[in-house]
């Protein structure tokens, strides 16, 4: 078993900035892959970024490559977004998930990759 807990949400002006935090507990935090979705309201629940059990490879979808970067410190059990110039179109209920049996360098966009997910953030970019 693994539980996430996310943290960092909160209220934004647009083009502002900020950090989400997921914290792992449970099992060996290296031994996971971590993604990052979202569901926006009346929305589907969306990919947003991905990371590899070593932190090596990443992949973004296109609405936020570039103003977003997912990181993980495996010593702290933590995963981490970083949201910069943030729109309006972002806000969203964010979730972090963790998958297993995956590579060292896997990285996975699909929510059925995923085993484990947190109870997500809220984060709100106002226009």
């Known amino acids: 078993q693994v539980q996430l807990v996310e943290s960092g949400g909160g209220l934004v002006q647009a083009g502002g900035s900020l950090r989400l935090s997921c914290a792992a507990s449970g099992r060996t935090f290296s031994t996971y892959a971590m993604g990052w979705f979202r569901q926006a309201p009346g929305k589907d629940r969306e990919f947003v970024a991905a990371i590899s059990r070593s932190g090596d490879n990443t992949y973004y979808a296109d609405s936020v490559k570039g103003r977003f970067t997912i990181s993980r410190d495996n010593a702290k059990n933590t995963m981490y977004l970083q949201m910069n110039s943030l729109k309006p179109e972002d806000t969203a209920v964010y979730y972090c998930?963790?998958?297993?049996?995956?590579?060292?360098?896997?990285?996975?966009?699909?929510?059925?990759?995923?085993?484990?997910w947190g109870q997500g953030t809220q984060v709100t970019a106002s226009s």
């Open positions: 998930a963790a998958g297993f049996r995956y590579s060292d360098t896997d990285v996975r966009t699909r929510q059925y990759e995923y085993a484990y």
